[in-house]
């Protein structure tokens, strides 16, 4: 596994210089912000993400990354958390939590464990992306087909749906299969799917 960078979210100037020194020390790059103004004026696609857990901060910077479409691991971490305050950061999206502080060995094995779990996440939302761009390029009926496909419909039943005949729906079937870039039906409901088409 290739390291991601790390960027280091934390208002703190000595335990940004400590886990920079340790993350470094291991072979990360590490990019140290002290607040999300600071964090939001470089771009962080599949970068770990390290916050701090103060104030509004980590659902501030998630929020950021998401808004601009950035695909980050966040582990997010501070001195006794709350067990409300672990629970709101799983849920603004952070993919683990940690208590501080972290000896050099555990720090590096956290932001290792947040980056494998990521990289699962950055691996569908790109099959996403690539696959609502091919969606795109169906016209308005070719999607209706695909739709009734991902639901088990025959061109028979879909036709009957549509108020078209099957010989119809076989046309848009054949135009839908071509845009898509897909070999036959199941690849193409594969396609839908992964684009999030509501079955």
């Avoid at 390291?3 to 703190?12: F, H």
């Avoid at 340790?22 to 964090?39: D, N």
Wanted: aromatic residues 6%; proline residues 5%; hydrophobic residues 40%.
């Amino acid at each position: 596994m290739t390291q991601a960078p790390v960027s280091l979210v934390d208002g703190d100037y000595a335990r940004r210089a400590r886990i920079a020194h340790a993350l470094a020390s291991a072979g990360r790059h590490v990019e140290p912000f002290e607040s999300l103004e600071e964090f939001a004026a470089k771009s962080h696609d599949r970068a770990v993400l390290m916050v701090h857990d103060e104030g509004t901060l980590v659902r501030d910077v998630i929020n950021w990354c998401q808004r601009e479409g950035q695909l980050v691991g966040a582990l997010v971490y501070s001195q006794d958390p709350p067990p409300k305050n672990v629970v709101q950061a799983i849920r603004s999206g952070a993919t683990d939590y940690c208590q501080w502080p972290l000896d050099p060995e555990s720090l590096q094995e956290a932001v290792d464990n947040c980056q494998a779990v990521a990289e699962t996440e950055w691996t569908r939302a790109e099959k996403q992306a690539f696959a609502r761009k091919l969606i795109e390029r169906l016209t308005p009926r070719e999607k209706e087909v695909l739709t009734y496909m991902t639901r088990g419909f025959s061109n028979r039943a879909i036709g009957e749906q549509l108020g078209i005949s099957p010989r119809t729906v076989e046309i848009h079937r054949g135009h839908m299969l071509s845009k898509l870039y897909a070999n036959n039906s199941p690849d193409a409901v594969r396609i839908a799917l992964e684009a999030g088409i509501e079955v």
